[in-house]
């Protein structure tokens, strides 16, 4: 079985839907550790009752970027995970960080890339009134939010919608786009092959983008 390592800052919804996946059989990996970069991430505390290991490597500790990094990669490599999962990590990795885990790093970024790379999607989104919004799970590179694709979630924009309704509509479509990305790196079916995805063997289905049906999403 393979062995993963998720890596927090804050409220850790994601990572709790991955560690339901694991709890219910759906997801057949092991959870080395959940590593926050906050010592207060509300996610540190969820994942602590469950029964995981827990660390923090605290970014306010290490005035420059490289050190956290340098810091960070060795509790990661301690662990010697298969996967290392980006779940609402708000830090900026170095590209020597990035280069170390390619291939075996993803994250999910609240947009449908490449709209939206940074901060703030869904307050962008609404002020550009865009019509299909969603979420992306994709290997990390040197590039912020730009790293190949490996699925998509569209939800639509309603008229009425606000930053948190949008928020949440989204959030739904991140918790299982994320458990079904990290279920295809687990069974050895997605791979990073010369900077390009693949999954083998798509069943009827499975699809790299997935689409909720149109006003069903509230
Ligand atoms: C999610 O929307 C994730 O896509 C983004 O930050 C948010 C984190 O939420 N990177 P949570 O900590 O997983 O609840």
Same mark, same amino acid.
């Given at each position: 079985?393979?062995?993963?390592?998720?890596?927090?800052?804050?409220?850790?919804?994601?990572?709790?839907? &991955?560690?339901?996946?694991? #709890?219910?059989?759906?997801?057949?990996?092991?959870?080395?550790?959940?590593?926050?970069?906050?010592?207060?991430? +509300?996610?540190?505390?969820?994942?602590?009752?469950?029964?995981?290991?827990?660390?923090?490597?605290? !970014?306010?500790?290490?005035? @420059? $970027?490289?050190?956290?990094?340098?810091?960070?990669?060795?509790?990661?490599?301690? *662990?010697?995970?298969?996967?290392?999962? &980006?779940?609402?990590?708000?830090?900026?990795?170095?590209?020597?960080?990035?280069?170390?885990?390619?291939?075996?790093?993803?994250?999910?970024h609240p947009s449908l890339l490449p709209s939206f790379p940074g901060?703030h999607t869904h307050r962008r989104a609404l002020d550009e009134g865009v019509k299909v919004h969603g979420c992306t799970? !994709?290997?990390?590179?040197?590039? *912020? #939010? !730009?790293?190949?694709?490996?699925?998509q979630a569209a939800v639509p924009v309603l008229d009425d919608d606000d930053e948190?309704r949008l928020a949440?509509r989204v959030?739904?479509q991140? !918790?299982?786009?994320?458990?079904?990305?990290?279920?295809?790196?687990? #069974?050895?079916? *997605? +791979?990073?092959?010369?900077?390009?995805? @693949?999954?083998?063997?798509?069943?009827?289905?499975?699809?790299?983008l997935?689409a909720p $049906?149109i006003r069903?999403g @509230?």
């Amino acid at each position: 079985m393979k062995s993963i390592v998720i890596l927090i800052s804050g409220r850790g919804s994601n990572m709790e839907s &991955l560690l339901d996946a694991v #709890d219910s059989g759906a997801l057949p990996v092991s959870v080395a550790a959940v590593i926050s970069s906050r010592a207060d991430a +509300q996610g540190l505390t969820t994942a602590a009752k469950r029964g995981i290991p827990t660390q923090v490597v605290d !970014h306010r500790q290490f005035p @420059r $970027r490289e050190d956290f990094d340098a810091a960070l990669a060795e509790v990661i490599d301690a *662990l010697s995970p298969d996967l290392v999962v &980006l779940a609402g990590f708000m830090r900026i990795l170095s590209d020597g960080f990035v280069t170390r885990f390619t291939g075996r790093l993803i994250n999910i970024h609240p947009s449908l890339l490449p709209s939206f790379p940074g901060l703030h999607t869904h307050r962008r989104a609404l002020d550009e009134g865009v019509k299909v919004h969603g979420c992306t799970v !994709h290997f990390v590179t040197t590039a *912020l #939010d !730009h790293g190949p694709i490996i699925v998509q979630a569209a939800v639509p924009v309603l008229d009425d919608d606000d930053e948190t309704r949008l928020a949440a509509r989204v959030l739904a479509q991140e !918790h299982a786009i994320y458990t079904q990305a990290v279920r295809w790196l687990a #069974d050895g079916r *997605l +791979q990073l092959v010369d900077g390009r995805v @693949r999954l083998d063997a798509p069943q009827d289905g499975e699809g790299l983008l997935t689409a909720p $049906r149109i006003r069903t999403g @509230r």
